[in-house]
């Protein structure tokens, strides 16, 4: 590198030394052509010659008398000119530059200058004042005369001066020249010196860079992993040893063949010679210089392989070369297929777990129902004492049974991911005494005397799924008096300070038997129970607190315990406290399930049940409310029943076999059969949120909970009895607001409003009116009862969508157009769709003005 400096060094001196003499050349040249060129005969004739111009016009002035004065003039004016033109080229001419810096000169040509300047108006003048003047020019220029002659003697002077520096100048720029010339001389000797040293050392670094790139080369075969060098035409320039490992070509084999044809599959070969020629054209890269990329490779007898790759261009003799390093990975890829296959399979164990705890529940709850059902209907006949307390007994026991299943349910929904929580306003401390009260008689019971103690005062509200709380605070007070007998259990209730922010405690202390230390991280995990000493006394399937860690959990908290074995136990849960105002206390005007049944006509009841003992309960209970029963032992035979019967409701259970709940009520609603338009309530061991939003988009109004109770009955039958679906299509029906002169049902919007937020609530609003505006849209008017099956389809979607928002009214249009597109009314229809618009427009101002 030193070297290769002084090089450069030594150059740009010969350049520079170069350009020196090149400009004192141009110098010396400009010299000798100034010296070839010396005006000292013009500067030594015209010098002398301005007093031959002035004694010239002297002899004018002096002979103006002799001639005629006009011609007298004319002479005067003419060498007066000639010598003002005299004096000009001396005092402007460039061959007098030399002269003119000398002062003496510069003072006489002054003097010059001023006498013409003076003389101009006399000579301009009128011949007769001019010749008026002679005499006086005479005399001033006899005065001029010593000036000039003083002005000859120091220009030749002052020339001669000039020309003894030119030739001194000249003379340094010889000698400059010279020197330069002999320093040039030096300085390229030493450079060829340098060169040929220089030589000597490129020889040694080329023979160590050979053995470099002998010692590469050694390493590229060598490789564990294939290393493919490609030219730019795409021809392959070297392949190692793993390579041919790799594709089975040897490495004179693989020389020189394209590498698109040697180790890429066909179907891949075009995108590869496309991305060629654009990197070559344009420079841009696809897999070039981006690191590791998985990609299908190609053996010499044409199997395929996966290969990892990773692609470097350089630059080489001839142009860009590619590098390609290349692993094989299928081992690599079965290990991870292999994983990901036991991943599935724990994931599918896991929700096959979940299913089957779900299925079990619902199940289960089958046979209960027709054992709850039967112990109700016992209970209210005339039995005895002994008989009633059997009854009760029976029905104790199929209601811990229930709460069992009920845990179970709850951990299928956890582990499904469908656990939906609610925002609900309520006041902790109060929750926290009805809990306690009605836990008060099983304490009682054994013995134990039960308490709030609250550290949150009861005007303080917060927001969380109240349910779900009252869930978990139930587990622990029920868990609490379980495992305490004659003692005390005391529940509390706080505000407390975390680092995530305030949250409210809910504690539950108990002089029970206490946990043993090695057990405390045991008593959240499923179906445990801690203490098998109590475990004849105490009911329980140990799913309890592990709901209740679950429920904590999803709800933002955590829960936890503190116990001393034979002392007692302190369970504790927390969660976050979003501080919410009291809600508005509405004025309960529920009336009593005997009221209720005072108000309701018999009625003719479609019971659609494929399971006899429920059935046979649901029938008495029927029955003994007063009302007429039919019987349908599956899907298929209460579509029949319906089709040739009006009934005034129809109870459909959702799971059958021959046909389900879910089809036969489709069919009903689909069908020209008397009780098309009659209320169906379905009835379900268990069902998600999501499961009954699609009970009533097909055409449920309801849906009961299984195991049914008489309570439950009567009040179905005072909500849906007698208000059979608005389907016929009345004349009257169009454009009729709901009894309160609005579109919407407030309270069912307020309902939405609290479940999903109001962010959220208006996200859902705008995808309704998103589907309103493009629905009316695209609404066709039909001609021809072909048409109809599309109108049906769109107005269906609609109405479902309106209903979840409570727009009534807008529900109502659409379903009786719905209807008259089921009737292939096309004139009933044209008239529905043409008032959707104005039903829309005053449905969507009210929901906005609610919003607002």
Known sequence: MARWLAITVLLGLLLSGAAVLAVLGSQVNDELRALRTASSDNIEWNLPQLEVDLLNLQLALEQSGDTDPVASAAAIRHKFDLFYSRVQSVTEGETFNTVRDDSNVADRLDDVRTFLDEKIPVIDAPDAVLLARTDDLIAEASLLRTTLRQLAVYGVSAFAQQSTLQREKLSALLTRTSTMLVSMIIALAAVLAILFRQFGVSEREGQKRKLTNMRLRAVIRTSLDAIIVVDNRGLIIDFNGAATEIFGYT??????????????????????????????????????????????????????????????????????????????????????????????????????????????????????????????????????????????????????????????????????????????????????????????????????????????????????????????????????????????????????????????????????????????????????????????????????????????????????????????????????????????????????????????????????????????????????????????????????????QHFDIILMDISMPVMDGVTATIKIRESSGQSRDTPIVGLTAHALPEEMARFREIGMQDCMIKPITIACVTEMLANHANTPIPIEGEDDAWGEESDDGTYINSETCGELIELLGEQRFRAAFANLTDEAVRTLQSIPRPTVESDLPEVQGEVHKLAGAAATFGATVMQQHLSIVEAACKRQDVQAVNEGVGDLDTVWKMTREELEALLE
């Not at 922010?501 to 405390?520: C, H, Q, W, Y």
């Not at 406290?577 to 529920?590: A, F, I, N, T």
């Open 251 to 644: 490495h004179e084999e693989a020389i020189g063949l394209p590498v698109a044809d040697a180790i890429i599959p066909e179907r891949f070969r075009n995108a590869h010679s496309l991305g060629l020629t654009r990197f070559i054209r344009t420079g841009e890269k696809t897999i070039l210089d981006t690191g590791l990329v998985v990609l299908q490779g190609m053996r010499k007898d044409g199997s395929e392989l996966p290969v990892e790759m990773s692609v470097a261009s350089a630059e080489g003799p001839h142009g860009t070369i590619f590098v390609a390093f290349v692993r094989e990975i299928t081992e690599r890829l079965r290990v991870q297929e292999e994983l990901t296959a036991a991943r599935d399979d724990a994931l599918a164990a896991d929700k096959a777990k979940s299913t089957f705890l779900a299925v079990m529940s619902h199940e289960m709850r089958t046979p209960l129902n027709g054992i709850m059902g039967t112990l109700e209907l016992l209970a209210n006949t005339d039995i005895d004492k002994k008989q009633r307390a059997y009854v009760q007994a029976a029905q104790t026991s199929g209601s811990f049974l229930m709460r069992h299943i009920n845990d179970v349910l709850d951990i299928s929904k956890v582990h499904a991911s469908k656990l939906q929580l609610t925002n609900d306003v309520f006041s902790p401390a109060t929750l926290a005494d009805e809990v306690v009260d009605a836990n008060r008689a099983n304490a009682s019971a054994r013995g134990n005397e039960i308490r709030v103690e609250a550290g949150l005062d009861h005007s303080v509200y917060m927001v969380a799924d109240r349910f779900r709380v009252s869930q978990t605070l139930l587990n622990l007070v029920g868990n609490a008096i379980k495992f305490t007998s004659n003692g005390s259990v005391q529940v509390g209730v706080q505000e407390i300070a975390t680092e995530d922010g305030p949250m409210v405690e809910f504690r539950v202390n108990d002089t029970g038997i206490g946990i043993a230390s090695d057990k405390l991280g045991e008593v959240f995990d499923d179906f445990v129970t801690i203490d098998t000493s109590y475990s004849r006394r105490s009911d329980g399937t140990g799913l309890g607190l592990g709901i209740s860690k679950r429920m904590a959990t999803a709800m933002g908290g955590s829960i936890g315990v503190e116990s001393d074995f034979g002392s007692g136990s302190s369970f504790w849960f927390r969660i976050p406290l979003v501080r919410g105002e009291k809600p508005e206390e509405k004025p309960d005007s529920q009336p009593d399930t005997d009221s209720v049944y005072e108000h309701i006509a018999p009625l003719s009841v479609l019971l659609v049940e494929d399971n006899a003992i429920n059935s046979f309960v649901a029938r008495e209970m029927l029955v003994g409310l007063g009302h007429e029963v039919t019987e349908a032992g599956n899907g298929l035979m209460g579509v029949e029943a319906a089709e040739n």
